[in-house]
């Protein structure tokens, strides 16, 4: 339990240019532990920053995206203290990511084996002959014919697609990997498919997953810590378990109730009344207060801190007693 | 198989192409006034009537036009045979063939600097897109898109032998002509020099443009992201990842250019008396030279229909995906 | 007026106001315009007309002569104003250009509508010879036409069969663009409903996919006015325009053909390029504006963006 964090993120603050010239803060003062080889997952309703936190992580945000606080200790480094030279021996070798919606993801004028081949080589970590061998036991490793090396990805399916991008992903051996969503618009017995490959993997490798998703029911299977995002700021995090049987956010109790039954893994986050905050305007207190059910008059005033009700178990919420969080 | 299906399709519209070509240019023949024995030939030959009634006979102009005439002139012109020129008195074919060796060599160099240049450019540009190089290469692409051909030409001509003492015309000096190429190679290029400039920065620009917004594309998919997230420079992704990719469209759109080519060919070699096909088109053009105008439209026409077919060949090489289509 | 039409009128004001902040747009209307002023006050710019000859005291013509207060841009060879010649040969020129641009921009668009609104059989047509005409080269193509139509004795002016010419033969690529966006919006709600209420083909093309093409239209009007100047002043050049009535063209062609260039008359061959360049620039630059208007470029591309990522004031507190 004392085992130290590989991942520290910690008060991660990114904001956005967007086009009519205002500023959306898509994060603000994000932190939360990855330790290794344990999972942890992002849940949120579409737009609560969850992509963007594992593209700040990687740093590669897009040309409007700026970070603009925070920082994420890699052990003991802090990635955003790096020049862009010196995080790029960090990209892939310690943590890799399968994107949402991966579709594209791959070049289609070149063979998968080649694609994957590249990210070994690209990092010096064998000869050419050693990595063919490892590019032909990784796909095999994720159940794809060995044969198939020398295919393009249109002659791959949506499944295999997805399956190629995770064996790309565990190329270099990383430490993390970011997996953005890997099963949305696969159909559900290639989902449960590839979820299952991904547990095997974990279990295989030791490595350690932040998974994104929309389905609690996945969260419940796989994660052994949850962070629940809610207009760019943790609503709650904690232990899948403190999670699930103890939320203390409104917000998370929410999703819980309309969230059916967690043995039904196909069903999605219901979702509650009322919309997410606008991001170029946000209110000066609690974010969720607008949608919320228990609020008080001070909601709508005062933001409120992330607060430890229970060791290893952060709410933030002004209804909830415990101490300001302080993350080491 | 889909390769297969695509090449036919392909291959189904440049014979479509190259039907309709034949057909226009053998219409064009008959549509001219006057007896089409005349325009075999020639106009200020005297014969009496007899002799015209037999060659028209012995041409088969008696015959009707569809498909007899028709099948005639494919036939005569698959051996070879595009009639006579009226102003030189000689086979269009043997005038054709004369001509053609200069104007490969001004296209073959014109196109290879340009495109060469250009995707660089283009390449460049995009992927430093809104710095003052990029700013700087589109307003450069769009006045050379602007410019005529042959005005530029003729102000590279005028400015070229002013300050540079560069030869304004021919292929070689005077004094040069009929020698052995290694001899008179230096000559050569520098009569080569202008035209092959004139060409190279009409094409470039545009081969800049074209590459510059292919590239801004390809560096928006999604693979050029995974590419960066393996760890690879940006300069990495865009030679890995993003130059392949981009070339794909240059690839059409250089063989459909093939025909712009030709027309800048024609008006570069009129500017620099460029002893080649577009010069000798102008020529016929001015002289009403008909026989030998509709040979070179015939030989010109052809050889890009065939330049497009091989073009699509080479493209199922270049993109594995046109056999899945 | 059918509410589409309204809509567009509204959206023109909007337009405008985008338009005005875009300085590229409004230095290729600028172009545009000064070039169309001049030639429609040609007799207000010059006390000249382009056949008078410019003489000397003793009568003698003034052949190649440099520029001057009475003739700013000098004289040809025969002793013209050029600058006269230059004004006058606008009107040519453009009116040339115009017709023919927009004759392509009429059959491109029609083809390309009727291809795209009733596909099937009319649609492969269309399609396959644009195909066959995109392939044939087209210089010497118009040349042999232009040459032989000459010579058929047709009782058609020199310009007009330059204008037909080139306007039956440049509408390919408009047509494919008018086409597929015809297509798409073919698959919108409205156009579905529509028919399902029983409204005929020319009522559907003129009340709900015209209105929504007229952008389009009016952007590669505007490219393709550029083509056809250009194109116009190449054969010109070659000697097909008209001798009687010379254009930029043909004035070039003069230069070229009667040795201005030996003769060190600049001022002869380098204002009809300038003017072929002034508006073809002026309408690649209007027509681009107008295209990115339309189609906004990407904002960005996925290797922009490493610079300034990270903009943490204090790197030590990550703050
Ligand atoms: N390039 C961008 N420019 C401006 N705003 C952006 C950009 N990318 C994301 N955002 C904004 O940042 C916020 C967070 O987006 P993000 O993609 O991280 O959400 P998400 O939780 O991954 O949602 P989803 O479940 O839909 O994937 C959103 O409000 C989005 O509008
Ligand atoms: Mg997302």
Redesign the pocket.
Known sequence: MNEKPLLRVRGLTTE???SEGAV?R??EDVSFDVLPGKTVGLV??????????L?ALMRL??A??RITKGKVWFNDTNLLALSEHEMRDYRWKSMAIVF?GAMNALNPVMKVGDQIREAILLHDLMDRSAAEKRVRDLLEMVGIAPARRDQYPHQYSGGMRQRAMIAMALACAPDILFA??PTTALDVMIQAQILQLLKEIQKALGLAVVI?T?DLGVVAEVCDEVVV?YG?KVAEYGSVDRIYNHAQHPYTQRLLESFPDINNPSETLASIPGT?PR?TQLPPGCRFEPRCHVKINRCAEVSPPLLEVEPGHYVACILREGKEANFQ | MARRDYLIGKMGISLLTLLFVLLLDFMLFRVLPGDPVRAVIGRNVRISADVQNSLRAQFGLDKPIFPDQFVDTLGQWARGNLGVSWSQRRPVSEILISKLWNTLLLIGLGQLFSIIFGVMLGLLAGWKRKTPFDIGALTFSLIAWATPTFWLGIILLVAGSAWFGLPTGGIVSPANIGKPLHTVLPDLIRHLILPTLTFTILYLGEYMLIMRSSILETLSEDYILTARAKGMSNFQVLMRHGLRNAMLPMVTIIALNLGFTVSGAIYIETVFSYDGLGNLVQTALVKQDYPLLQGAFLLLAVSVIVANMLADFLYTYLDPRVKAN | MSDHWKLFLRNLNEFWKAFRRNKLGLVGGFLILTALLAAIFAPALTPHSAVDIMRDSNGRALTFASPAMHSPLGTDDAGHDVWALLIYGARISLMVGFLAGFISMFVGSSLGIIAGYFGGAVDTLVMRVTDILMVIPDLPLMLVLVATIRQMDLKVSPLSVLILVIGLLYWTSAARLIRSQTLTIKERQFVARARAIGAGHWHIVRKHILPQLMPLIVTNTVLILSTAILIESGLAFLGLGDPTQPSWGTMLNFAFSRSAISNGAWWFYLPPGIAILWVSLGCILLGNVLEEMMNPRL?AHYLEGDKGMIAITDKETGL
């Open positions: 956005f240019a967007t959306a898509a994060l949120g309703e579409s737009g609560s920053g969850k992509t963007t936190t593209m945000l897009p409007s995206g949402q953005d969503e994104v929309h995002l760019g997410p991001l | 904002a």
